[in-house]
């Protein structure tokens, strides 16, 4: 079953597309993390905390089985364990001399499609993700191989090509950025957020192993392995790749109420200090846990707090009105400090005019720390003011003797008058010059 917010997801990755990349201003993680790209996003918020080259295509490795099982989970999610499948030959011809990851699953066995999932993802099966691209592809990878990248494109991967279904080839790219939204799209399937937590799986028998409780696969993400080095209760699983002498890593993490989604792309394997060579999980679990420690979702505003305040006209209620925020506007802040970081930017009239009524949305207010914008909220009316028709009636008199129209009328009538009024000289004159033309001479 898909998870209740996958379907927003496309919504959501169209709204994070719209987001800037880079950081939260002022913030750094505390160590440098060595590798050719990082990407962290606050899931809450759809805030980028951190990004180091996120836009820059590079070989995806096996993170490429992440579009692998979004396809499979897009279709069959309901028919994991009751669907088989049988490996045909043709595909170990392919892997023969790779020396890649692989599941053990051999030329002929038959498996669930649950188990070509787990497959895929525990120990990253490359024999697994090209059963599940020849069933689904009706036999031909290419055709599968082909949807791959169609989906990409239509959950907003920019810098993504896949061209086998597993990663093998050093053809196929990503991005962080693109990383971070696979994963964003799997984890919307219940059945991937199960196979990802779990750090064993038994894979049943079959014809070559055929002791019961013998064949168990190893999930390469040793993050969720309490007996690891690497462990973070907080993680909830992800994918690892690797390739050459670089590993990667995309992991989901939850903890008090904040969720995360962890990028960490072709990390030198010679930089992990513990010394297994896993370097992109050496170095998700220190960027988590200063994302952890340094920040929370709070809100940035109280709604029962008003924070400005406008003049109001023709009212005897009140000359002014408070402004109050719609909403508290929950979001990712800084642990030390928090709200108090916040600069407001206020989009207001320069008065109102009564009636006013409470709730009324009169402007916005914009949130930013150090000039990148947090959000935006509107800005309600505190209370009533009624109009009273006697201000508002002077007013409108007030504004009409005032206004252009009443001069232009005024001047209008002075011209009329001193017109009417020199004609009327003008004729008085005239009849006066006839009666003395017409007196009789003595």
């Not at 409470?358 to 990148?372: F, H, P, Q, R, Y």
Request: proline letters at 5%; glycine letters at 8%; a negative charge.
């Amino acid at each position: 079953m898909k998870r209740p917010f996958a379907l927003l997801t496309a919504l959501l990755l169209a709204v994070l597309c719209a987001l800037p990349a880079g950081a939260v201003p002022g913030y750094a993680p505390e160590k440098e993390i060595p590798a050719r790209a990082v990407y962290l996003v606050n899931l809450d918020t759809n805030l980028v905390v951190w990004a180091e080259n996120a836009e820059e295509p590079m070989e995806a490795a096996s993170i490429t089985k992440l579009m692998t099982c979004i396809l499979l989970l897009q279709d069959h999610q309901d028919e994991l364990d009751t669907v088989t499948v049988t490996a045909p030959g043709y595909i170990y011809d392919i892997l023969w001399g790779t020396n890649s990851s692989h599941a053990d699953i051999r030329k002929g066995d038959t498996n669930t499609l649950r188990n070509l999932l787990y497959a895929m993802l525990l120990p990253s099966g490359n024999e697994a993700a090209y059963i599940v691209a020849d069933y689904m592809g009706g036999g031909d990878v290419p055709t599968f191989v082909a949807r791959m990248n169609a989906e990409a494109e239509a959950i907003g991967c920019t810098g993504t090509h896949f061209v086998d279904p597993c990663g093998l080839e050093y053809d196929n790219h990503i991005t962080a950025r693109d990383a971070y939204l696979l994963l964003r799209t799997a984890i919307g399937y219940d059945a991937f957020v199960e196979a990802i937590a779990t750090p064993t799986y038994d894979m049943g028998t079959n014809e070559h192993h055929t002791r019961e409780g013998a064949y168990i696969i190893q999930n390469s993400d040793r993050m969720i392995a309490k007996d690891s080095p690497y462990y973070r209760s907080y993680t909830k699983g992800g994918k690892t790749g690797s390739l050459s002498d670089w590993n990667s890593f995309v992991g989901w993490h939850v903890k008090d109420g904040q969720s995360y989604i962890s990028v960490v792309l072709q990390s030198p394997k010679d930089s992990d200090d513990v010394g297994t060579r896993s370097s992109a999980l050496a170095h998700t679990g220190p960027l988590m846990d200063w994302a952890f420690d340094t920040f929370t979702i709070a809100p940035a505003l109280d709604t029962t707090q008003a924070i400005s305040e406008l003049p109001v006209l023709y009212s005897t209620e009140g000359d002014t009105v408070l402004l109050y925020p719609a909403d508290d506007m929950m979001t990712l802040l800084p642990k030390e400090g928090g709200a108090a970081l916040t600069e407001r930017t206020f989009q207001l009239p320069e008065q109102l005019t009564a009636p006013v009524h409470k709730g009324d949305v009169v402007g916005t207010v914009t949130l930013s720390i150090e000039g990148e914008t947090i959000g935006t909220v509107d800005l309600v009316a505190g209370a009533d003011l009624a109009r009273s028709q006697v201000l508002y009636t002077l007013a409108r008199m007030g504004e009409f003797f005032s206004s252009r129209y009443f001069k232009v009328v005024v001047m209008v009538t002075m011209v009329v008058v001193a017109v009417y009024a020199f004609l009327w000289v003008l004729m008085m004159l005239i009849t006066a010059g006839r009666a003395h033309n017409g007196r009789p001479r003595r």
